[in-house]
């Protein structure tokens, strides 16, 4: 009887370790991918201001993309890196919330590298970037975050960064595949950048 008690107890013990294990597995996974998510985000606002302040991450609302070659590869090998580490966490071991918000990530990243290596819009669409001027300016405008000579003192200094935009722009985009009615529009996008540097720049008491 003393023996079949202490068999009993060992067995409910490793059960309850095995439990144990499991709930700390799956811990473990959910903090891995939070922690990667975490990163992803604060990271991705190295590489795209402009972005980061349409989410709400105004620690570069000073500065403008850099679209260069140097930065586009720098951009792929991260990409890259993040779905890497991605990949490597174990699905099942997810909450049901991370195992989905786990595969929007990776579709994401895989979307941004076939975008990049295969569509490659950055060479012949011309309205990524005039996109990308106004969004610098309207981003910091649109919404009262700060007060308002805060913001347009970071527009300014975006303003002062993009001659130096326009000729990565320049260097990037090839000329000879650029679509007629991309360039037709980004030139018309370009005087509705001019009316959003006026609307909200110049017309708009500080406060």
């Not at 009993?8 to 439990?19: D, E, F, I, R, Y």
């Not at 473990?28 to 975490?38: G, I, K, P, Y």
């Not at 076939?114 to 011309?126: F, G, M, S």
Request: charged share 30%; net charge positive; aromatic share 8%.
């Amino acid at each position: 009887m003393r023996s079949h008690f202490s068999l009993a107890s060992c067995l409910g013990a490793l059960v309850v370790v095995a439990v144990a294990v499991g709930n700390a597995t799956a811990q473990s996974a959910d903090t891995a991918f939070e922690t990667l998510a975490s990163q992803y985000l604060d990271e991705f606002a190295r590489f795209s201001p402009v972005g980061a302040t349409s989410l709400g991450d105004h620690r570069y609302d000073d500065q403008l993309d850099n679209v260069d070659d140097k930065t586009r590869f720098d951009r792929l090998r991260w990409t890259r890196d993040v779905l890497r580490k991605a990949q490597a966490i174990d699905r099942s071991q997810l909450s049901r919330a991370n195992q989905v918000d786990l595969e929007l990530l990776q579709h994401r990243l895989r979307s941004q590298i076939w975008r990049q290596t295969e569509l490659r819009e950055w060479a012949w669409n011309p309205l990524i970037y005039t996109g990308k001027c106004g969004d610098s300016i309207y981003g910091l405008m649109a919404r009262d975050f700060a007060p308002a000579r805060d913001r347009l003192n970071n527009v300014v200094r975006r303003l002062e960064q993009f001659p130096r935009f326009l000729r990565q722009v320049r260097d990037t985009l090839e000329i000879e595949r650029v679509p007629e009615i991309h360039a037709t529009t980004a030139s018309r996008q370009n005087e509705g950048v001019l009316k959003i540097i006026d609307t909200w720049c110049c017309r708009r008491p500080m406060h």
